[in-house]
């Protein structure tokens, strides 16, 4: 069974930075795309930012030059965030696309204060 674990999300000051984690377990032959989406209280769920199998990056707009995400082997994904201002707060979710299928995690909460 394909699973999704993030970790890292927090409470942390406007301004600060955070990273955040993600592993994925089980049997998987081929990842085509790790990434991270978002969902803010009373709000959709929205693109942060993924990275394809070859390395290539995709922000939203909102988050460009603040956030980067990475890989450091085939099942880890990261977020990091810089510069986190209040409308980042959210719910950040681990996404992957997986041997046709797409997969998500549990959710990590972030929370930005003034």
């Known amino acids: 069974q394909v699973q999704l674990a993030e970790s890292g999300g927090a409470l942390v000051q406007a301004g600060g930075s955070l990273r955040l984690s993600c592993v994925a377990s089980?049997?998987?032959?081929?990842?085509?795309?790790m990434g991270w989406y978002r969902q803010a209280p009373g709000k959709q769920r929205e693109l942060v930012g993924t990275v394809t199998s070859s390395g290539n990056t995709v922000y939203a707009t909102s988050v460009k030059g603040r956030f980067t995400i990475s890989r450091d082997n085939a099942k880890t994904v990261y977020l990091q965030m810089n510069s986190l201002k209040r409308e980042d707060t959210a719910v950040y979710y681990c996404?992957?696309?997986?041997?046709?299928?797409?997969?998500w995690g549990q959710g990590t909460q972030v929370t930005v204060g003034s």
């Open positions: 996404h992957m696309i997986a041997d046709v299928r797409q997969y």
């Open positions: 089980g049997t998987i032959l081929r990842i085509n795309n």
